[in-house]
């Protein structure tokens, strides 16, 4: 019983870290998809949420401003820390 238990566990801390770690687009592809089956309606409204937008995290650039058109320059900001 532990060793199924501690597989369960693996397994659900695997899920979790490849799906954060995807690329935003293949998550929301495949929320999407999922829609398709027969859910709970808890469920249901999550995958809706995460196929509507990507979660935020800095790797994907959901976080920084984009610019409107290709080839549009986007402004850096350098912002100072202040000495403690």
């Known amino acids: 019983m ?3 238990l501690v597989a369960l566990i ?3 801390c ?3 870290a490849t799906w954060v770690l995807m690329p935003a687009a293949w998550r ?5 998809r999922a829609l398709g089956l ?4 808890v469920v249901r409204l999550r995958l809706e949420r ?12 959901c976080d920084a401003p984009v610019a409107k ?8 900001r350098f912002v100072r820390k202040p000495h403690a």
């Not at 027969?38 to 309606?41: K, S």
């Not at 995460?50 to 650039?61: E, N, S």
């Open 50 to 61: 995460l196929a509507r937008r990507a979660p935020g995290c800095g790797c994907d650039g």
């Open 14 to 16: 695997a899920v979790y």
């Open 69 to 76: 058109t290709p080839g549009q320059a986007q402004p850096v």
């Open 2 to 4: 532990q060793d199924f």
């Open 38 to 41: 027969p859910l709970p309606q």
């Open 10 to 12: 693996v397994t659900g």
């Open 28 to 32: 929301r592809a495949i929320a999407g």
